[in-house]
């Protein structure tokens, strides 16, 4: 190879990289020169043919040619890899100053919440939390809880029954104070509440739902009386809607307790003045409750002589709908976002 022929070699290496856009164009100039086949590789073979005394010469400038191209190739490819780098970091670049995107976040459910509160208030008391079947037996859902078959208060509990008469879906979470005592068997004490779901053939309504939460609580030890029952409810109205709830006690009748009461508390937006949300009694009934009656007692093998008890029954989703000003227990139950927004609103 001549002086000329390596200008010109020279020259075409300059070209070609001045043609150069990217890394790929530049990978194809490595291909073009130093690949197998590649220009520089094809002169670097041809040293065989070459007279002796000519090789070291020749071989002098096809290495020059190579390192002249090398070079080029080296110093372009850091180039273009930066520019690239530059580009990729160009495109992914955040803006942290940009308003962020809302998410919608889900939020509890109001009666879920309403519920916990109470639960929390009561394992502060060493109550227990107990579940029980939602799919119950007659047994323990009436009879048990001195509802025979034929009770006239049975039909105040209109009931979903299953295949036969002897299952149903629990009209009341009574049936859970049944399993509780059961499980004692009759010689310890109990404090336990039962949150849960209950069931009755009511037609859906703003106020009445086929399916409705109670709060159940059931206390069996040695002389529980009437006024630890008062205590007690007195307590948990006071957490829900403030200190300066009023509870009053009103006669009532229910098979399970001896005596019955029904609670009732003081209106807590007009204070017992007279309002649309107590329909001007300034009382709001919110719970059942009463002594346990002694023969429920006795068929859970509670030998009524020596334990008493007392047992009371929220309705949950009104307590909710009280608390938050909510006036149709139908969105407790939705599950569509845009109506449980209401929930929304209610503080954490
Ligand atoms: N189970 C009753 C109902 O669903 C409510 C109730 C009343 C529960 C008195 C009790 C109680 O535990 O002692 O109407």
């Known amino acids: 190879m001549d002086v000329l022929a390596l200008q010109a070699l020279k020259k075409e290496i300059n070209k070609d990289f001045d043609n150069v856009k990217d890394l790929k164009t530049l990978d194809e100039l490595r291909v073009k020169y130093l690949s197998k086949k590649g220009i520089i590789t094809e002169l670097n073979s041809k040293i065989k043919e070459i007279p002796n005394e000519e090789k070291k010469d020749y071989g002098m400038k096809v290495n020059e040619v190579r390192s002249y191209f090398n070079d080029k190739y080296e110093s372009l490819k850091t180039t273009l890899e930066k520019e690239a780098l530059e580009m990729k970091l160009a495109k992914e670049k955040i803006d942290l100053t940009l308003p962020s995107v809302k998410f919608k976040t889900g939020s509890p ?11 929390e208030l009561l394992i502060s008391m060493g109550y227990d939390v107990l579940d029980g079947p939602e799919v119950e037996e007659d047994k323990y859902n009436f009879e048990m809880l001195n509802l025979p078959k034929g009770h006239p208060a049975r039909d105040a509990q209109d009931t979903f029954y299953l295949e036969n008469e002897e299952l149903l879906l ?3 979470t009574s049936p859970v104070q049944v399993r509780a005592m059961l499980a004692k068997g009759g010689v310890e004490p109990i404090r336990m509440i039962c949150p849960g779901k209950t069931y009755r053939r009511d037609d859906d309504d703003a106020t009445h739902s086929h399916q409705f939460m109670q709060i159940e609580g059931l206390v069996v030890d040695k002389n529980i009386s009437l006024s630890d029952l008062k205590g007690t409810i007195d307590l948990i109205v006071k957490r829900l809607f403030g200190d300066d709830t009023i509870t009053r006690f009103r006669p009532s ?3 399970f307790t001896e005596p019955s009461v029904e609670v009732d508390i003081s209106c807590f937006k007009c204070k017992g003045e007279g309002c649309n949300i107590c329909k001007n009694t300034g009382f709001i009934t919110v719970a059942g409750a009463g002594i346990v009656h002694p023969h429920v007692l006795e068929m859970a093998g509670y030998d009524p002589k020596e334990w008493t008890g007392f047992a009371f029954g929220f309705g949950a989703d009104r307590l909710a709908m009280l608390k938050y000003g909510i006036n149709d227990v139908r969105v407790f139950y939705n599950t569509d976002l845009r109506e449980t927004k209401e929930f929304d609103r209610v503080e954490e």
């Open 109 to 119: 459910n109001i009666l879920e919440k309403l519920i916990e509160e109470v639960e």
């Open 170 to 172: 629990r009209s009341q």
């Open 253 to 255: 009748y229910y098979p």
